[in-house]
């Protein structure tokens, strides 16, 4: 089954993590949920406003080239 980067990437904008678990990769999306859960947190002592942005960044990105990757290992 084909997966949408697109899609992936538009869930893991709107909750960090979630890309990743459309992925099939659950355990990942678990991790990301925590980890921005996590740095929520840290905003109270101000390092999660440099710490979130760059987790939820790489979430996308990651969520993207992943369900890439899905789809060129299904076309083969």
């Known amino acids: 089954m084909m997966k949408s980067p697109g899609l992936a990437a538009v869930?893991?904008?709107?909750w960090t993590g979630v890309g990743q678990i459309y992925n099939g990769q659950i355990l990942k999306g678990l991790i990301l949920i925590v980890v921005q859960v996590i740095n929520s947190?840290?905003?109270l002592v101000l390092i999660g406003f440099i710490?979130?942005?760059?987790?939820w960044i790489w979430g996308m990105y990651d969520a993207y080239k992943t369900a890439e990757r899905h789809n060129i290992r299904q076309a083969y």
């Open 51 to 55: 710490t979130y942005p760059i987790v």
């Open 41 to 43: 947190l840290l905003m």
């Open 11 to 14: 869930l893991s904008f709107f």
